[in-house]
């Protein structure tokens, strides 16, 4: 099982992202999906959860209306579109999936219980 995050930069504030997170060894639909961020001296937090078995997709208060999250299941790829960002967006940026089909809310609310981690992708948002 392997995850890899990219796509993330440096954008203005008002700006767009949009990150990937590519899975090989396995397919992804079989997974609940989360997006999860990190910035300095904070804990980890979900931004964006998904699991097909309950909840469908769970928005954090700070993602809401501006983070929406697609995939490519030709590319066994998730996507994390990312719109009107703000300075308080900046954190590096995970993608994680896990098998046991909690809810959506209940990933996003603890980070541990997702089973596969990818290695994270720095989003700086500055003018």
């Known amino acids: 099982v392997q995850l890899q995050a990219s796509g993330g930069g440096l954008v203005q504030p008002g700006g767009s992202l949009r990150l990937a997170c590519a899975a090989s060894?396995?397919?992804?639909?079989?997974?609940?999906i989360g997006w999860f961020r990190q910035a300095p001296g904070k804990e980890r937090e979900g931004v964006l959860c998904?699991?097909?078995?309950?909840?469908?997709?769970y928005y954090a208060d700070s993602a809401e209306g501006r983070f929406t999250i697609s995939r490519d299941n030709g590319k066994n790829t998730v996507y994390l579109q990312m719109n009107s960002l703000k300075p308080e967006d900046t954190a590096v940026y995970y993608c994680?999936?896990?098998?046991?089909?909690?809810?959506?809310?209940?990933?996003?609310?603890?980070?541990?219980?997702?089973?596969?981690w990818g290695k994270g992708t720095q989003v700086t948002v500055s003018s």
């Open positions: 060894g396995f397919t992804l639909d079989a997974y609940a």
């Open positions: 998904f699991s097909s078995s309950v909840g469908g997709t």
């Open positions: 994680a999936i896990d098998p046991k089909g909690y809810s959506s809310r209940w990933y996003c609310s603890r980070p541990d219980d997702m089973a596969y």
